[in-house]
């Protein structure tokens, strides 16, 4: 199994960054993708980003593409989302999630084994 948490989130006024980090422990060998989903009130849940484990190449959703930047660091088994120019509409609970297959694009969440706890991301007008 593996395990993930978030962390990061807080509250932001608009305009702000945030990175959020997602710590992966337990069987690293499985992750080959690391995604991250956000879900506000009301609403489904809805692909932000992935990144392929192996050479960290990302993949943006177009809710933050221009304004966000995933890496990873192997060695710390974590991955980073760091987002820029926070919008109110950004205001969700942020998923990080991990796969066993090696992908990059807006897969849906059935590809995805493991998630975490979420972490809490507001946006203040």
């Known amino acids: 199994q593996v395990q993930l948490v978030e962390s990061g989130g807080g509250l932001v006024q608009a305009g702000g960054s945030l990175r959020l980090s997602c710590a992966a422990s337990?069987?690293?060998?499985?992750?080959?993708?690391v995604g991250w989903f956000r879900q506000s009130p009301g609403k489904d849940r809805e692909f932000v980003a992935n990144?392929?484990?192996?050479?960290?190449?990302?993949f943006y959703g177009v809710s933050v593409q221009g304004r966000s930047t995933l890496s990873r660091d192997n060695a710390k088994n974590t991955v980073y989302l760091q987002m820029n120019s926070l919008k109110p509409e950004d205001t969700a609970v942020y998923y990080c999630?991990?796969?066993?297959?090696?992908?990059?694009?807006?897969?849906?969440?059935?590809?995805?084994?493991?998630w975490g706890q979420g972490t809490q991301v507001t946006v203040s007008s």
């Open positions: 990144i392929r484990w192996r050479d960290g190449s990302p």
């Open positions: 337990g069987r690293i060998v499985e992750i080959y993708t």
């Open positions: 999630a991990t796969a066993s297959r090696d992908f990059s694009g807006n897969f849906p969440e059935r590809y995805y084994e493991y």
